[in-house]
């Protein structure tokens, strides 16, 4: 008998149906507002967290190391692990696929 509510419980427990993220992975992307139509949605990217901020809104060190916009980074925990950036046409050239595989690899 214990071991079929066990079992019933196991079955009809909820599981989390939403994404699972590791707040250890963060992947930032920076972009300038007057380059925000070359933005790239990294929304679904999964196990990690997105952050996304504003070039103009950076302290003066940050905005000093960035040559070109957009940039992603790829954290984990306060080490950078991976970036892309932007060539002169400040458009990223980087897929989604590319950027999952870092994290899923972390």
């Not at 019933?8 to 079955?11: E, K, Q, T, V």
């Given at each position: 008998m214990r071991a079929l509510i066990v079992l019933?419980?196991?079955?009809f427990t909820p599981t989390s149906l939403g994404k699972v993220e590791n707040s250890d992975i963060t992947v930032l992307h920076?972009?300038?507002f007057w380059?925000?139509?070359?933005?790239i949605n990294l929304n679904s990217l999964r196990g990690c967290r997105v952050q996304y901020g504003l070039l103009e809104r950076q302290s003066n060190e940050l905005k000093n190391q960035i040559k070109y916009v957009p940039i992603v980074v790829v954290y984990k925990g306060n080490k950078a692990v991976r970036q892309w950036s932007a060539d002169l046409s400040f458009r990223l050239n980087v897929d989604l696929e590319e950027i999952q595989q870092v994290i899923d690899k972390l």
């Open positions: 019933a419980f196991l079955l920076i972009n300038a380059n925000k139509h070359h933005d």
